[in-house]
C-alpha cells in the first residue's frame, strides 16, 4: 500500500476517536484547571485515540504522520480544550529532539509500552538553570529548576537543557532524565492553559550522573547531524518548521472552537439595547463573523502552507537533496514570525467572539471565556515575541543577516543570506 494513503487513513481514524471524546474533554476542562492539570483518565482518553504517537516512529510502532497531518490533529484536540492541545503539541514537537539525541536514547524513549507523552522537554534555552560537568562516562547535572516543563507530570523522560562548559566557551546540552529522578514541583499557577501542568521540575539530589550517550550537544540534535536509523523523511523535516507549525494549529483550533460554541450559544438571544431579540439575525453579528473568519482564515492558510513546506523540505533532505542553506535560514525565521501572527490573529479572532457574548461569557462553565485566556497565553510564549521576530524576518527580506542568539530558535546555524 502507498505509504501515504497508509498514513491518510490512520489520520482518519484518529481524527474520528478525537471529535468522539472532544465533548468529554471539554466537560472536564474546569476541573482540570481547578487542579492546574489533565486528570490521568483525560491522558488515557487521549492515549487511546492515539493523538501522543502521532510523532512517534513507524518502527517503533507510531503513527508517524507527516506534519500537516499532525497539525491536523493538534488542530482538533485544540478545539475541544486548549490545555489538552497543547499537552499533545508539546508531545508531537518533542519527538525530534529523542531522535536526534541517537539510536540509545530513541530505544529507551520509544521501545517500550506507554500511556501518555513520550517526552517532555524543558528549559532549551540559554537562560536554563541547568548546569553540566562532562565527566568520565557521562555527565553530572546541577542546578535548576527547569521551568515551564509541559507534559512531564506524565512523560517516562524529560529532556533539561543544561549549559557546559566546552573549548569554545558555553553551549547547550540536552539532556535526557528518567521520571523517578525528578521532583515536580506545584507552581502552574497561572491565567490561561491551566490544565496543562506546565510545572517545574528539579533533580531529586543535588547533582545527578548521567550516563555519556543521554546528554548531547543540542547543536547536533537542532541540525540533525546524528544519523537516527530512522527511515520516515519526517526526521529530515526542518525542527522549527515542525514544531511551529503544530503551534499554530492550537491557536487555530482554539479560535475554531469558540466560532463553534459562539454560534451554538448565540441562536436566540437577544442583545441589549437594540431592538434585536435574536443575536444572529442582527447585522452586526453579521459583520463580527466574518472578521473572525478572515482572521482565523488567515492564519489557517499560512500555517497550512508552513506545514506543507516543513513537510517538502523534509522528503527533499531524505533523498540528498538538501534545501540551499540561505533558503533554509528564510524559511525559518518566516515560520517563527507567521506562527506569532496567527496566535495574534487568532486571539483577536476570540477576543471579538468574547466581546459580543455578553456578561455570562465570564463564567467559569463558559468554554469561550477558557479559550479567550488560552489563545492570549499562546502569544506570550517566550519563543513568539512578534516584534523581535518580524525584525529578524524583515533584516533577512533586506539582505542582512538576522541577529545571533543561541537557543531553540536560532538562526545562526544556517549559512547567512548573501
Not at 454560534?263 to 441589549?272: T, V
Request: net charge negative; proline share 5%; with cysteine.
Amino acid at each position: 500500500m502507498d505509504p501515504t494513503s497508509n498514513t491518510a487513513e490512520r489520520l482518519g481514524t484518529i481524527l474520528e476517536k478525537v471529535r468522539v471524546i472532544g465533548p468529554t474533554l471539554r466537560e472536564r476542562a474546569p476541573e482540570a484547571e481547578r487542579a492546574a492539570r489533565l486528570s490521568d483518565a483525560t491522558i488515557a482518553d487521549l492515549d487511546a485515540t492515539a493523538a501522543f504517537t502521532i510523532a512517534s516512529p513507524a518502527e517503533f510502532g507510531g503513527a508517524e504522520l507527516s506534519v500537516s497531518q499532525q497539525l491536523d490533529v493538534v488542530t482538533e484536540v485544540s478545539k475541544w480544550d486548549g490545555s489538552c492541545g497543547w499537552v499533545v503539541w508539546a508531545g508531537a514537537s518533542t519527538d525530534w529532539i529523542p531522535a536526534g539525541s541517537g539510536p540509545r536514547v530513541l530505544e529507551e524513549v520509544f521501545g517500550s509500552e506507554w500511556v501518555g507523552p513520550r517526552v517532555a522537554g524543558s528549559s532549551h534555552f540559554p537562560a536554563s538553570r541547568g548546569r553540566a560537568k562532562h565527566v568520565e562516562g557521562g555527565w553530572i547535572i546541577s542546578g535548576g529548576p527547569w521551568t515551564f516543563a509541559t507534559a512531564s507530570l506524565w512523560a517516562p523522560f524529560t529532556n533539561l537543557g543544561c549549559i557546559t562548559e566546552g573549548a569554545d566557551g558555553p553551549y547547550l546540552v540536552g539532556v535526557q532524565v528518567q521520571r523517578d529522578q525528578l521532583t515536580f514541583l506545584d507552581d502552574w499557577h497561572v491565567a490561561g492553559m491551566r490544565g496543562t501542568g506546565s510545572v517545574s521540575v528539579t533533580l531529586k539530589g543535588e547533582d545527578l550522573f548521567v550516563p555519556e550517550y543521554r546528554g548531547v550537544d543540542f547543536r547536533k540534535i537542532a541540525s540533525g547531524a546524528i544519523e537516527s536509523g530512522l527511515a520516515g523523511s519526517l526526521w529530515k523535516a526542518p525542527s522549527l518548521g515542525w514544531s511551529f507549525s503544530l503551534m499554530a494549529g492550537m491557536s487555530i483550533g482554539i479560535a475554531q472552537g469558540a466560532l463553534e460554541r459562539f454560534l451554538e450559544r448565540s441562536a436566540g438571544r437577544p442583545i441589549r439595547g437594540t431592538t434585536y431579540k435574536n443575536q444572529l439575525e442582527a447585522p452586526l453579528t453579521h459583520l463580527m463573523l466574518a472578521e473572525v473568519h478572515s482572521k482565523i482564515q488567515s492564519a489557517t492558510l499560512m500555517t497550512r502552507a508552513n506545514a506543507e513546506e516543513t513537510d517538502r523540505l523534509g522528503e527533499l533532505a531524505a533523498a540528498g537533496t538538501p534545501a540551499d542553506p540561505g533558503y533554509m535560514q528564510l524559511f525559518s525565521a518566516r515560520v517563527l514570525v507567521e506562527t506569532a501572527y496567527a496566535a495574534r490573529w487568532c486571539a483577536e479572532a476570540i477576543e471579538l467572539l468574547q466581546r459580543n457574548s455578553g456578561s455570562t461569557a465570564i463564567m467559569d462553565f463558559e468554554p469561550i471565556q477558557r479559550s479567550w485566556r488560552d489563545a492570549r497565553i499562546i502569544t506570550l510564549h517566550g519563543a513568539l515575541n512578534l516584534e523581535a521576530l518580524s525584525e529578524n524576518y524583515g533584516r533577512l527580506m533586506a539582505g542582512m543577516r538576522p541577529h545571533q542568539f543561541a537557543g531553540i530558535t536560532t538562526l545562526d546555524r544556517f549559512s547567512p543570506v548573501s
